[in-house]
């Protein structure tokens, strides 16, 4: 009797065709599975986090789908510009990127969810003024929330070998500060934050912002003082120097057996740059005592933030949202960042500033943070991307001739200014101060 005729042979045909179809199915609800539980769907998310920041991150967001069960799909790239550009041409954007600069979020605001009707209002509470939820439409609708930040206001020095009380003096010193440029496509941002920071410094806030939003002259006396004193703690050989030297490089300097120079003017990430058994001797001053012609009684401090915004609103993207912004997550952020790295900063003011993983240098900074009225974002973030990658290169081609002065580049940005002012399709953040 052959097998196909055979009971026993169709018995067996029957059940594997049973086991067959059970197998299908449960392939089929495995798909995004956590926990051996059903997958609620998925969210993809966009950010510049790869190394050390990519994997606090995404820790945070394996424990955002073990208690959802939602899959979250993380792309991480230092080219999120040149990603995101693409993917929005192409119609397939994130459903959430989180922006390294504001000015991102202008250029497309056209394409994003606002906020408050994503957000609960006790979470927009928690994120003290316009500082850190930007509405750049000027129509107070926001488009993007602050997860994470860092103050740039300041100078790093070795506390081991330096008294605050010699810092003024040192900073007067030809060649006492540490610097570099470089920064991949993105160098001659540090020479930015100097401008930035020496003008916050010396003229205040009113005058910043005025800058900043695009409605004050780069070829104002103002400014070209600025970039004056930028220039004038910088000798022919610490500027070359600076520019042979990428920016991560250039605090190790610090801690030489032998430094050939004592300051650093950088934001507070740059911590995680410094060798880790030198880590802790790392201290701060805000810049303002070193800057010279700087108002000694401000407390203006300049600040970056990544901010969160949405593509495409779902369940999934509006839970993930929810999940980043609120302290206790964030919280937990701060312990899952790896032991050799140091742990991230927020605006959320329900976000402690003594965690466990926070020494005193960076309480300190958590406790700057949270004073949002004294806070302005980093000028050239909130500008228009051309104007920020025009002021990019001229701050290295001051650096280049340096003896030559500002003002011919001043007259090149101020037309870049005035060429933008006639293209709505450039647009930049109509506030930038708190």
């Known amino acids: 009797m052959s097998a196909r005729t055979s009971p026993r042979g169709s018995s067996w045909n029957v059940s594997a065709a049973i086991l067959g179809l059970w197998l299908v199915v449960l392939t089929a609800v495995g798909v995004g599975d956590t926990g051996g539980q059903r997958s609620h769907g998925s969210v993809s998310v966009l950010a510049t986090w790869t190394g050390h920041e990519g994997t606090a991150f995404r820790r945070l967001l394996r424990s955002f789908t073990a208690e959802t069960h939602i899959r979250v799909d993380y792309q991480g790239t230092t080219a999120l510009r040149e990603v995101l550009s693409s993917d929005v041409k192409a119609g397939t954007p994130p459903d959430i990127a989180v922006l390294p600069t504001p000015g991102e979020l202008a250029t497309y605001a056209d394409a994003l969810q606002p906020l408050q009707k994503v957000l609960p209002r006790k979470t927009l509470a928690a994120y003290d003024g316009p500082l850190w939820k930007p509405a750049p439409r000027g129509d107070k609708a926001i ?7 860092d103050l740039k206001s300041i100078v790093w020095y070795d506390r081991d070998r330096h008294d605050p009380r010699e810092l003024p003096l040192l900073a007067a010193r030809d060649g006492q500060w540490c610097a570099g440029m ?9 020479g930015t934050d100097w401008v930035e920071d020496i003008l916050l410094q010396q003229q205040g806030k009113a005058v910043y912002e005025a800058w900043a939003t695009g409605r004050l002259a780069w070829t104002d006396p103002r400014i070209k003082q600025a970039w004056r004193t930028w220039g004038s703690l910088f000798g022919k ?16 300097k610090l801690f030489a057996t032998r430094p050939p120079c004592a300051l ?3 934001g507070s990430f740059i911590r ?3 060798p880790k058994k030198h880590r802790a001797r790392a201290a701060f001053d805000f810049s303002s005592g070193l800057i010279p012609r700087a108002d000694r009684r401000t407390t203006a401090r300049e600040v970056s933030a990544d901010f969160a915004v949405m593509f495409r609103k779902t369940s ?5 949202l929810a999940y980043l912004t609120q302290a206790d997550h964030q919280t937990a952020w ?18 402690p500033s003594a965690l466990g993983r926070y020494d005193g240098v960076a309480r300190r900074i958590a406790r700057t943070l949270r004073d949002s009225g004294s806070l302005c974002l980093d000028a050239s973030d909130a500008m228009p991307t ?4 025009a002021f990019q290169r001229a701050a290295l081609a001051y650096l280049s001739e340096v003896g030559k002065g500002p003002n011919a580049l001043l007259t090149s940005l101020e037309k870049v200014r005035t060429d933008l002012h006639r293209d709505p399709g450039q647009p930049g953040l109509p506030t930038v101060c708190g």
């Not at 470089?182 to 540090?190: F, I, K, M, Q, V």
């Open 334 to 351: 701060v312990r899952n960042t790896p032991r050799d790295a140091t742990p991230p900063f927020f605006a959320n003011s329900e976000v």
């Open 272 to 274: 995680g740059d410094y």
């Open 264 to 266: 650093e003017h950088q």
């Open 316 to 320: 999934q993207s509006q839970q993930l």
């Open 143 to 149: 488009y993007g929330i602050a997860v994470k930040a």
């Open 237 to 252: 050989g610490a500027a070359r120097t600076a520019l042979l030297t990428d920016f991560r490089a250039a605090g190790r």
């Open 182 to 190: 470089g920064g991949d496509a993105t160098s001659g941002w540090p």
């Open 386 to 389: 051309r104007m920020r990658l």
